[in-house]
């Protein structure tokens, strides 16, 4: 994973970014071609969240009405998950957003998991913690970390009890739900989502 971050980070990205609003963005589109170029086996998940009246959105809502996307990307043993705001065209975050809005943040969110899980287009990210000035008021942006953090291993007393529910599924549709209740299922768990699926269909 190491020598994936040191070589997909020192990728040339001048000519897959693009430059809007006084941003430079790494194309999602470019940066999912180089995901599958040098990680075929690589996986995405955009998260799906319950809301308080059992709808299920693509977002999730925090107690001011602004809305939040959720993408992870795992390679290997190692899971990067990235949370950004819906922003609109002048990059303001928004509440109650349009599916436009929730779909073009889901993907520059996707974009952005896999430069911090791979190192593609990194450098567009340098600075972000620091403080903008945004209507007056200073706000500041937790740096995502640099480097691949290794993931914990999976206590494989889990693996039973998911095993137990994963049987409980006696369709595709409630398999998907149980996977959407979580966002952090390890490779080991995932796989067993995977088997379930094939034996479903």
């Known amino acids: 994973m190491s020598k994936l971050f040191a070589t997909m980070s020192q990728i040339d990205i001048s000519k897959m970014s693009e430059r809007k609003n006084g941003f430079t963005y790494l194309s999602w589109a470019h940066a999912y071609r180089m995901l599958r170029q040098y990680c075929p086996e690589a996986e995405i998940v955009k998260s799906v969240f319950a809301m308080p009246d059992g709808r299920r959105l693509p977002y999730m809502v925090d107690e001011a009405g602004y809305a939040y996307v959720q993408v ?4 290997e043993d190692y899971t990067c998950v ?3 705001p819906v922003l609109n065209h002048a990059n303001r975050p928004v509440q109650n957003p349009d599916s436009f809005a929730v779909n073009a943040s889901l993907q520059r969110c996707m974009a952005k998991a896999i430069s911090m899980a791979t190192g593609l287009g990194i450098h567009l990210y340098a600075g972000e ?3 903008q000035q945004t209507s007056g008021l200073a706000t500041t942006v937790t740096e995502a970390p640099l480097a691949p953090q290794p993931v914990k291993k999976l206590d494989t007393s889990t693996l039973v009890s998911l095993d137990a ?5 006696a369709d595709l549709q409630a398999l998907k739900e149980l996977y959407n209740s ?3 299922w390890t490779k080991e768990q995932t796989g067993l989502f995977s088997a379930r699926k094939k034996e479903l269909m």
Do not use: G, S
């Not at 992870?72 to 390679?75: A, E, F």
């Open 72 to 75: 992870t990307v795992i390679i």
């Open 82 to 84: 990235e949370v950004m």
């Open 129 to 131: 913690d620091m403080p």
């Open 165 to 169: 529910q994963l049987k409980n599924c």
């Open 182 to 184: 979580r966002l952090d």
